[in-house]
């Protein structure tokens, strides 16, 4: 009985979806048009709103080829040729495309005791002190993708597998690495890791691929981005206001030409972001319904504060519109080191993980906080001028 009520229910839900995902591919060719505030989230591309849950599915679906087409380059699906082992604790992964063959080495380092555990897979490191009873993956994005300056354009493991010319940046090939990653753990039962329970973080730089990573893989339940900055929790339009008016900030231009991280097509909008179709308050919106910590510095300007602030408050709504509000926290504060975290940002990453990973609070308590006055200057009214729905069931 409950398997045939299971089926029926499988059936039901099953071809609506067929029929939206059709729905949901964009023309050949995007038509750019200029708007100076934070695109609307609940419109598709089209201008047709979006008003049910399903309507989301398709719309997140349309952003994440809006961001792949414009802004990060392709990401690849999985290869049939995914193997790899657990010896002691490395993990190795091994990909074929075609005649070409890539293999890396992740390092884990468990918990005592038995498993499986709850894991964090760090982009390049991390300064979050692994909490008790989670395992980390250690992931060395720069061997998937290089990002010491321009000329690490095409060079790593995955152009290795996709020819150097492959319109994916560094960020979205870090990704396509993450998610390789994960499919080998779901090969090996005896990894003693819990995959409902996966993690990610990194800082600057790597947070920006950190907040990537978990836009981009549904396997990642919890999205820690660290004073990621532009390219990251940073909006292009907000930076860009805050350069104009004299500050310090990194902007659309300085992420675009300061190493490979994005396609080398972005640069055509580099200095022209408001005519984009999207903007970081979208990736973040990508990362719902599950969990995402935004972890940002109030007192460095080049991450630019009041547009991190503001864009991932501006994220919020779309958590919101979905009912699950308190399942995206910002922390920004200031009075310590880039990638250092003060004491005041520990309890919210501590509840994050309790929720999401190790299981252990329900606490659901909303954080939405900057130490900076007034919002760190972000004034809403200049930035939104779309209301959020009820999205219906
Ligand atoms: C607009 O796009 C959405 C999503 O692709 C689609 O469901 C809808 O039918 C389109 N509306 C029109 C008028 O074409
Ligand atoms: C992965 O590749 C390495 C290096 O080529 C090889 O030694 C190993 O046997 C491969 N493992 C699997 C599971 O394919
Ligand atoms: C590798 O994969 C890409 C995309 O999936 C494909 O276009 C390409 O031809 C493949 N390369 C080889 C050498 O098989
Ligand atoms: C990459 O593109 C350039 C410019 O179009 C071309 O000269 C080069 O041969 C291509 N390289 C590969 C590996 O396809
Ligand atoms: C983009 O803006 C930067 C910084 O203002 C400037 O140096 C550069 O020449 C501009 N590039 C293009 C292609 O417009
Ligand atoms: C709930 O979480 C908030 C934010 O992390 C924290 O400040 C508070 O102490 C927690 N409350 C309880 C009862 O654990």
């Known amino acids: 009985m409950g398997l045939v009520k299971?089926?029926?229910?499988?059936?039901?839900?099953?071809?609506?979806?067929?029929?939206?995902?059709?729905?949901?591919?964009?023309?050949?060719?995007?038509?750019?048009r200029t708007n100076a505030k934070l695109p609307d989230p609940f419109a598709f591309y089209n201008g047709s709103r979006v008003v049910s849950k399903d309507d989301w599915l398709c719309r997140r679906d349309e952003i994440g080829q809006l961001f792949q087409r414009l802004e990060l380059g392709i990401l690849e699906a999985k290869p049939p040729g995914v193997s790899g082992?657990?010896?002691?604790?490395?993990?190795?992964?091994?990909?074929?495309?075609?005649?070409?063959?890539?293999?890396?080495?992740?390092?884990?380092?468990?918990?005592?005791?038995?498993?499986?555990?709850?894991?964090?897979?760090?982009?390049?490191?991390?300064?979050?002190?692994?909490?008790?009873?989670?395992?980390v993956i250690r992931y060395n994005n720069d061997e998937i993708a290089q990002q010491i300056d321009q000329n690490s354009r095409g060079k790593g493991k995955f152009y290795d597998l996709y020819g150097s010319n492959h319109t994916a940046g560094a960020m979205i090939a870090w990704t396509w690495g993450i998610s390789r990653v994960i499919d080998v753990l779901e090969t090996l039962p005896n990894s003693k890791i819990k995959l409902s329970a996966l993690g990610v973080t990194g800082c600057s730089r790597n947070g920006k691929g950190a907040m990537i990573a978990g836009a981009f893989e549904p396997r990642i339940a919890l999205t820690i981005p660290q004073e990621s900055g532009s390219g990251g929790a940073a909006c292009w339009r907000i930076s860009q206001a805050m350069k104009d008016r004299g500050m310090q900030v990194e902007t659309a231009y300085n992420t675009a030409t300061g190493t490979a991280w994005l396609a080398k097509g972005f640069e055509q909008y580099m200095n022209r972001t408001r005519d984009l179709p999207h903007d970081h308050h979208l990736l973040a919106a990508m990362v719902a319904p599950r969990g995402l910590l935004i972890l940002?510095?109030?007192?460095?300007?080049?991450?630019?504060?009041?547009?991190?602030?503001?864009?991932?408050?501006?994220?919020?709504?779309?958590?919101?519109?979905?009912?699950?509000?308190?399942?995206?926290?910002?922390v920004q504060v200031g009075a310590h080191?880039?990638?250092?975290?003060?004491?005041?940002?520990?309890?919210?990453?501590?509840?994050?993980?309790?929720?999401?990973?190790?299981?252990?609070?329900?606490?659901?308590?909303?954080?939405?906080?900057?130490?900076?006055?007034?919002?760190?200057?972000?004034?809403?009214?200049d930035w939104v001028d779309w209301a959020v729905p009820t999205l219906t069931p």
Request: aromatic share 6%; net charge neutral.
């Open 6 to 32: 299971g089926l029926l229910t499988c059936i039901v839900l099953a071809f609506p979806a067929l029929v939206a995902s059709q729905a949901c591919s964009l023309p050949a060719s995007i038509t750019l």
């Open 85 to 135: 082992s657990l010896s002691g604790n490395t993990l190795t992964v091994n990909v074929t495309n075609g005649s070409k063959k890539i293999s890396f080495n992740v390092p884990i380092t468990y918990p005592s005791g038995a498993g499986p555990f709850p894991a964090i897979i760090t982009v390049g490191g991390s300064s979050i002190s692994a909490p008790s009873g989670v395992a």
């Open 296 to 330: 940002e510095h109030s007192a460095i300007d080049w991450l630019g504060p009041e547009s991190t602030f503001g864009c991932m408050k501006t994220a919020t709504k779309i958590y919101s519109a979905l009912g699950v509000v308190d399942r995206m926290g910002i």
């Open 337 to 381: 080191d880039h990638c250092q975290v003060p004491a005041s940002q520990r309890p919210a990453i501590e509840t994050f993980i309790g929720r999401f990973l190790t299981q252990s609070t329900s606490n659901a308590t909303i954080i939405v906080q900057t130490d900076k006055a007034n919002n760190a200057g972000f004034v809403e009214a």
